[in-house]
């Protein structure tokens, strides 16, 4: 049987992931991904070695994840982070993730940002599901923290919220402008305004969770707000990666944009 044709025959990038799966000259950092168990779902590949093993499939040479554990259950915390990156050094980096109801544990994971310093890129926040709009009191001793240190912190947006819509980071990227924001989901929905705020807040990133699927989006983000301003993310293990980077070769985009988002916006984000 004849393979398939390439959906950008023109494209040497697109022809060598369609034949192998994946691209030696094209890393890929995903900078948004979880790990663990979820309720009500089922994850085939959730746990640090199985997540390893779909990440070969792809080219994925490191992924930046959030537990779900640490960001649900402050019984358990950023332990369960830490101890999957130490497992894989090589392949998982951890966001500290804060859960805003709880100031006390929140304190003590930011007491002891330090002792893992082989394992955090930075902060992570889930206003939507947490409650608690970004710019609100619960979230300030994390954003100084982050300001101070000058951290990576990605956050859930959501077009429409009224925790982590545009207007809500518009407060935090203006008042706290040493962090960089990492925008996950773009404000899914409201792509304008991610254009809007990205090239009105120059210590913001959109990240392109959600974006595979919609046509003409990613192309859009590109002319708004520059391929050097996007991040690839999947919600790893919430979507395949495989998903999101077939939507990244069948845009109509340069693969000069393609290589940033891959792969060079992250390696100087992260500085490796």
């Not at 939507?128 to 994390?142: F, G, K, M, T």
């Not at 969770?209 to 990613?218: E, F, I, K």
Request: with cysteine; proline share 6%; charged share 25%.
């Amino acid at each position: 049987m004849n393979s398939p044709t390439p959906i950008r025959p023109e494209s040497d990038l697109a022809a060598e992931f369609w034949e192998k799966g994946r691209s030696e000259s094209c890393p890929i950092y995903d900078m948004h991904g979880h790990m663990g168990e979820w309720h009500s779902i089922y994850f085939p590949r959730c746990e640090p070695a199985q997540m390893v093993r779909s990440m070969d499939t792809a080219g994925v040479k490191l992924l930046c994840f959030s537990h779900h554990a640490s960001l649900n259950s402050p019984d358990i915390g950023n332990r369960v982070a830490v101890e999957a990156v130490r497992a894989f050094p090589d392949r998982f980096r951890a966001y500290l993730s804060v859960n805003p109801h709880y100031p006390e544990e929140l304190a003590r994971d930011l007491a002891g940002y330090d002792s893992a310093g082989d394992v955090y890129v930075g902060l992570k926040f889930l206003p939507d599901y947490h409650r608690v709009r970004l710019s609100d009191e619960p979230y300030r001793r994390a954003l100084e923290f982050a300001n101070e240190r000058k951290l990576l912190v990605l956050t859930h947006t959501w077009g429409g919220s009224n925790y982590d819509g545009p207007d809500e980071v518009r407060r935090i990227a203006g008042t706290f402008q040493n962090a960089v924001f990492l925008l996950g989901h773009c404000f899914n929905s409201q792509w304008d305004e991610a254009v809007a705020v990205a090239l009105e807040h120059p210590n913001t990133y959109l990240e392109l969770t959600s974006v595979p699927g919609r046509r003409g989006v990613l192309e859009l983000l590109c002319e708004g707000a520059g391929s050097d301003r996007l991040l690839f993310g999947t919600d790893l293990p919430w979507f395949d990666e495989h998903q999101g980077i077939g939507s990244l070769l069948s845009a109509d985009i340069t693969e000069d944009d393609i290589h940033n988002i891959c792969h060079r916006n992250a390696e100087k984000l992260l500085a490796v």
